[in-house]
């Protein structure tokens, strides 16, 4: 089951308002690479991994991943909050601002909505996590793209970690990857290594 | 805007992890990795974290490090299940960290539904500020 501790993984204090900025940090949330998609991309996948190894790291990393939508999320607000109808016009929000107002939305950076279409499920433990080796180096790669995009150390400083933890999970999932490879290829079914 | 690096790709895919070697528990927080041979820099940017402006943050900060460095070594044991060195420091870090929780609700209020800081009148709930900083 799922419980909240009311604090965020990591520090988050935006001083400066930018629109512009929260419309493309938006892809972290409800984006093809982005955090919403890894949460339940994992979760999902944990039904079916074979062994305690595989059943730990997907509902851990998965967890992990709904801290970092709440992260997300508290960027977009604090970019947003308080805006004027001014900037909204400068920075192009009023699409946004018509449809939710200044309610937070799941979408990519082009507003198209947040979609589970494309999360890969096989329940072939080697084939997910290819699959999720590759999501969190579209991931990486993203917030490299978004620290292009700013200079505000206030926003650089998340994001730089967000990022990190992708190299982390990365890791992790090449790590449980190998580990089963080697085991499948000595005999072993999947049935045999729960 | 950065200069873009179209070699930034480096991409350490080591297959083993011989040695457990950590980063220290505030830089591996602010670094956003505990593991020195998977940490990945990005284009000469400098990891930093502001310092507490108040109480508040000074004692919210260190529940998340001690906590970050918990859960980095959760997910390693996950995959590395007989590293009793690693189990060993897990338990180390997750005693800092509720100490950290216990230090900071005294003085706050409750973060969790758990808390044994839910015992007042009004709703102790809602006596802590949401994470996303809405009540500031």
Known sequence: MFMYEKRLLYPINIKNRDLRLAKVIVTQYGGPYGELGAALRYLNQRYTMPCDRGRS????????????????????????????????????????????????????????????????????????LQENIAAEAKAQATYEHLMDLTDDPDVLEPLAYLRQREVVHLARFQELHDYYKEKFQSGNTVKSLA | MKNVNLNKKNMNLQNSFDKLQLYSVDEGFVKGNLFVNLYQGYQGYTPQLAAPSNLEEAMMHEIQKYTFAAHDLNLYLDNNPDDARAIELFNEYQKMAKEAIQNYEKEFGPISLSSNKLDTVPWGWHKTNWPWGGDK
């Open chain 1, 57 to 128: 790291l997907l509902t851990d990393i998965g967890t992990e991943e709904l801290g970092h939508v709440e992260m997300i999320c508290t960027m977009l607000y604090q970019l947003t909050n308080g805006a004027t109808m001014e900037e909204l016009e400068e920075a192009g929000f009023k699409q946004h601002y018509a449809q939710y107002g200044m309610g937070l939305f799941p979408s990519d950076a082009f507003g198209v909505p947040f979609s589970v279409a494309n999360i890969g499920s096989t329940g072939d433990p080697l084939v997910d």
